[in-house]
């Protein structure tokens, strides 16, 4: 699929060096201390390649993942660190767009986000609130946008999604091998983060992991992607987040159904079902129990239930009183606007009710239509590469039933912005434009397909001459001087 180059020689012994070294530091007790500030420092200098190197700019939505988790700053720096990455991104971004003839997929999806952005911004201006860093929740949507737009531009064949897909493997893992490590308490292993936004987070990568799995040829890197895969189901269950338990358990059997034919399925299927059945406290079982409560709403004996239900009605009475242009983004905006009318600050915990009342009728529908367009262009890219190439296939299995699971998540938890969503969006339009593309070349006569080799052979033997000449300037510059 690729030339050999960067991904045959280095990528494999890089991603194998990186696992491994994730591994043992998570199991280092002198190390432990400094474990995420080592894997900060990584991704820090990842980034500063950005201008240099495709692999900086596709670390960027894995290091923001990573950073939502954990509020770190670099001393030296006069802002917050995921500040410093978006201002990196976004300048790296145009330079690409505007001086390196990169380009953006041009589909629905894309059309999508631009009116997402437009909205962002004039719901925000409308109700006359700041657009600045202090506004937290307003950079988090421009972080979301611009993880997009990274992956539509720079997603161009396998080599980018892999590197893409690798990177944001060894970040899932290095927090999921330090939950397991603090399996009693996930505050010590992920300080002052709340277990529901986690809990979605890995919901994503489970069915993504598992499309990995499939992609991937060489039987050492399927074994490390089961072996992180089993500490991220663990992670979950530690978690205890109802929501990603319903997700997971409606987008997996789907995924099931769909890879009915694949032997590696049932192994799958079997391995779950001794999980559930060895693996898994008491505890478990009663939080999936209390699911099928929640239809009861504000009638619930659960109290959590209960309060969620009568916060949800408070939500749709202040969005019905503004639902065309909504209130504007702001910190804890919801919250806030429930708490002026009713005395209560109550969180919602519902992405959609919460982007309605932030950004209207019109935000929530755009942000369906994300999700709902992101899903079919998968399903149009898996049957463009049927039988043709086996990577892609399944690579946009795993976004598609990602992108399900954390779209169910969200009709159950807060922070529509959650990055890990755009990425499912920004992939699923990069796979479809690479899969229309090989398409395209299939359907080419054959002297059209020569004369684009030629063009191409062309073009690399130019840019070859152009550096050669460069050189051979600079070496008579040093000899003259």
Request: charged residues 15%; positive net charge; contains cysteine.
């Amino acid at each position: 699929m690729e030339k050999k180059g960067f991904y045959e020689r280095n990528f494999n012994k890089i991603i194998l060096i990186s696992f491994l070294l994730i591994f043992i530091i998570s199991y280092t007790y002198k190390f432990g201390a400094w474990y995420y500030d080592i894997i900060t420092w990584a991704f820090f200098f990842g980034l500063l390649a950005t201008f240099t190197s495709i692999l900086g700019i596709l670390m960027f939505p894995s290091a923001l993942t990573f950073q939502t988790f954990f509020y770190k700053r670099m001393n030296f720096l006069p802002l917050s660190l995921s500040t410093a990455y978006t201002i990196l991104a976004i300048c790296a971004l145009l330079v690409f767009l505007l001086f390196k003839k990169y380009k953006l997929n041009k589909d629905f999806n894309l059309f999508l986000i631009f009116g997402l952005g437009l909205m962002l911004f004039a719901s925000t201006l409308f109700n006359g609130l700041p657009i600045n860093f202090q506004n937290y929740e307003f950079v988090h949507y421009v972080d979301a946008i611009v993880i997009f737009l990274i992956l539509t531009v720079f997603i161009r064949s396998g080599k980018e999604t892999k590197i893409l897909s690798w990177v944001l493997f060894l970040g899932i893992a290095s927090i999921a091998f330090r939950l397991y490590n603090h399996t009693y308490s996930y505050d010590i292993a992920i300080p002052g983060f709340e277990n529901n936004y986690l809990s979605r987070v890995l919901s994503f990568y489970v069915p993504f992991f598992i499309g990995m799995f499939w992609a991937e040829k060489k039987k050492l890197f399927k074994f490390i992607i089961l072996f992180a895969l089993a500490f991220t189901v663990q992670g979950i269950t530690q978690l205890g987040s109802r929501a990603t338990y319903l997700s997971l358990g409606i987008a997996l059997p789907l995924l099931v159904i769909m890879n009915i034919r694949k032997k590696s399925t049932w192994v799958f299927v079997a391995l779950g079902v001794i999980f559930l059945a060895f693996f898994v406290g008491p505890m478990f079982y009663r939080d999936v129990d209390s699911i099928s409560k929640a239809k009861q709403g504000t009638q619930s004996e659960d109290a959590s239930i209960r309060g969620r239900a009568q916060a949800l009605e408070w939500g749709w009475q202040v969005f019905l009183e503004n639902p065309v242009m909504g209130w504007g983004v702001n910190n804890a905006r919801s919250e806030n606007l429930i708490n002026d009318r009713y005395g209560i600050s109550k969180s919602i915990h519902n992405a959609y009710i919460i982007i309605a009342i932030e950004m209207g009728i019109i935000g929530l529908t755009i942000y369906i239509l994300l999700f709902l367009f992101s899903i079919y262009l998968c399903f149009k890219t898996i049957i463009l590469v049927r039988n043709k190439d086996k990577y892609f296939y399944n690579i946009a299995n795993g976004t598609m039933f990602g992108l399900i699971a954390i779209g169910i998540n969200q009709y159950m938890l807060n922070n529509p912005w959650i990055p890990d969503a755009f990425i499912g969006f920004g992939l699923s339009s990069a796979l479809y434009g690479i899969a229309k593309r090989m398409k395209n070349e299939e359907e080419l006569k054959p002297e059209e397909k020569e004369i684009t080799h030629q063009k191409e052979d062309t073009k690399q033997n130019i840019s070859l001459k152009n550096k050669q000449n460069k050189k051979s300037k600079h070496k008579r510059k040093l000899r003259n001087e």
